[in-house]
């Protein structure tokens, strides 16, 4: 069946630090991954997206990862900032028009 | 360009009532799709509407219905509310097609008491 799921519900990195958040699923036919960013009392936000046919997509301090062969992802920011912290989630879509989301790794970065 | 506005931002309804909520996409948007968030199942797909029709459904009952007028705007109704109703209710627009990055709102916060 469809499933998305994060690694680790909670993380905590240190100002300035790197922090890499990561992410599994499990259909084979997904062939688009969304990263989105929720904090407190606001509805997610598009952080960056990756199609399957590319390994590495890089944005502004954040680069998402694909390894089709392990059916990973991964959502990295470089030089964490307090407006960081928030819950990410990974998203993909099956091959099937519909988001699956996972269920979210809240990062928190220490001052 | 404004962003995806959902209204009201929170609701209180008791059990048995019904409730409508509204989404107006980004303007040039077609696709509106909404989606329940709660603590235990996380995000859930309801729907998606597209040119004022259902173009895919999640595994939600009935009572969870949703229809898009020719402006794009949407608005979703659940009828014979439940307590387990209670939930961030987020509706996203994209411009028409499913690879389309999907642009959501704050949500709308109903508790169902």
């Known amino acids: 069946g469809e499933n998305v799921g994060l690694h680790l519900p909670t993380l905590s990195v240190q100002e300035g630090d790197n922090s890499i958040i990561n992410c599994a699923y499990s259909n084979s036919a997904s062939d688009y991954f969304i990263w989105y960013k929720q904090e407190s009392g606001k509805g997610p936000q598009f952080i960056i997206d990756?199609?399957?046919?590319?390994d590495k997509r890089q944005g502004q301090r954040v680069t998402v990862l694909l390894n089709k062969t392990v059916k990973h992802l991964s959502l990295q920011i470089a030089a964490t900032q307090p407006g960081d912290s928030a819950v990410y989630f990974c998203a993909t879509n099956f091959g099937n028009e519909k988001l699956t989301f996972g269920t979210g790794t809240r990062l928190t970065i220490i001052p | 360009k404004a962003g995806v506005t959902q209204t009201p931002r929170y609701l209180i309804k008791t059990r048995g009532q019904q409730v409508t909520l509204s989404c107006s996409p980004i303007s040039g948007h077609r696709s509106v799709s909404w989606y329940q968030q709660t603590p235990g199942q996380g995000l859930q797909f309801l729907f998606e509407?597209?040119?004022?029709?259902?173009?895919n459904k999640g595994n939600f009952p009935g009572r969870f219905s949703g229809r898009q007028f020719s402006n794009s705007r949407s608005e979703m109704n659940v009828s014979t509310l439940e307590l387990g109703d209670s939930a961030l209710y987020l509706c996203a627009s994209s411009l028409a097609n499913p690879e389309d990055t999907q642009y959501f709102g704050p949500g709308t916060r109903l508790t169902v008491l």
């Open positions: 990756i199609r399957s046919n590319m």
């Open positions: 509407y597209f040119s004022e029709t259902q173009r």
